[in-house]
């Protein structure tokens, strides 16, 4: 039993470690290779295709060894499905590409209120007040890291808009299909990564040439930044099964928790290797954005256990129920014994 314990314990922690690795290494790959100072390989479109088709790949490979199942999804829903989800992904390479780590980051934290605003808007989603005062922290923070952050600029600044509301429609699309096809995260993505990769490979190349006047076709791949784009399609495809092992595993608030070591450690690293300015504003900014992420998380749970409560108290016998349900048994049984059928 305790064997057993201890197993649980370190799976559990497996997945969390390759999940905060995976996650922060990606990002700081792709910083190396998307920044000017370095390799300068400014595709960011295209590269999100490269971290598809190693992707689908990997989801074709599972498929065939039996390790997940290939379920049915209508063909206008992945097609659907799979432009928002380009758009998100390439809306956040191009601002890890025109913004600085610290503003990326940051950025990504303000998808919670998005999502409020959107699920309010699609399905009339009611939040409480603990719920909108962490959201109002979470904006208030971001709305202080950005006005301090010298290093952002109009098309960075877009591109960070377009990648946040497309990133938050597509948490709530992932939802609504799982709900609808009772089909996994990770079988999801195994049917949505070719087309994505076919998109992104395909459509890649001009989208980078119109958005930064540059052919890849032209560009000189050294050494180092073939090593550097196949290491950030390898973390791509760690990023996305470390997502799905985590699945379940966690509470909300653990997941939850999980993402704030991330931030933590990107915006460390941001400061570490690339320089990146942080002055007493950001810092602030930053703090306040994580506290109101982490009373956010609590309020979410608290709301949880609330309705549930609120359910098992609906749906729990009264006394009277009780009493009303012993007498209609009672009378039962009199009348079985009048027929000498008594079933006791």
Request: with cysteine; glycine share 6%; charged share 15%.
């Amino acid at each position: 039993m305790e064997d057993g314990k201890s197993l649980s314990a370190v799976s559990n922690t497996g997945a969390w470690a390759m999940n905060v690795v995976s996650s922060v290494g990606i990002i700081m790959a792709n910083k190396h290779l998307l920044s000017p100072n370095d390799y300068a390989f400014t595709f960011a479109t295209t590269l999100t295709g490269f971290h598809f088709a190693v992707t689908a790949l990997v989801g074709l490979l599972s498929n065939a060894t039996g390790f997940s199942a290939s379920k049915h999804v209508p063909l206008w829903e992945l097609l659907w499905f799979s432009l928002v989800a380009n758009l998100s992904i390439t809306g956040m390479n191009m601002s890890l590409m025109l913004n600085s780590v610290g503003f990326y980051q940051i950025s990504k934290l303000s998808m919670i209120p998005v999502v409020c605003v959107m699920e309010w808007i699609l399905h009339g989603k009611q939040y409480s007040k603990e719920v909108k005062m962490a959201v109002a922290v979470v904006v208030v923070g971001v709305g202080v890291c950005t006005v301090t952050d010298v290093k952002v600029n109009a098309k960075g600044f877009f591109c960070a808009c377009a990648a946040v509301v497309s990133s938050s429609f597509q948490q709530i699309s992932i939802g609504s299909l799982q709900n609808k096809y009772a089909i996994g995260s990770f079988e999801l993505l195994s049917k949505t990564a070719p087309m994505q990769a076919l998109s992104l490979v395909l459509l890649g190349p001009t989208v980078d040439y119109y958005l930064n006047g540059k052919s890849i076709l032209k560009y000189e791949f050294s050494p180092g930044a073939i090593v550097f784009i196949l290491l950030s399609c390898l973390l791509a495809v760690f990023c996305n099964i470390s997502q799905y092992l985590c699945i379940g595993r966690f509470s909300a608030v653990s997941f939850q928790v999980l993402g704030h070591m991330k931030t933590v450690c990107v915006l460390t690293l941001g400061w570490l290797l690339f320089d990146s300015e942080l002055t007493l504003n950001n810092i602030m900014g930053m703090a306040i954005a994580v506290i109101g992420m982490v009373v956010y998380s609590w309020a979410v749970e608290l709301e949880k256990q609330a309705n549930k409560a609120k359910f098992l108290s609906k749906t729990s016998l009264t006394e009277e129920d009780i009493r009303l349900l012993k007498d209609a048994v009672e009378t039962a049984s009199v009348k079985d014994v009048e027929l000498g059928e008594t079933k006791a």
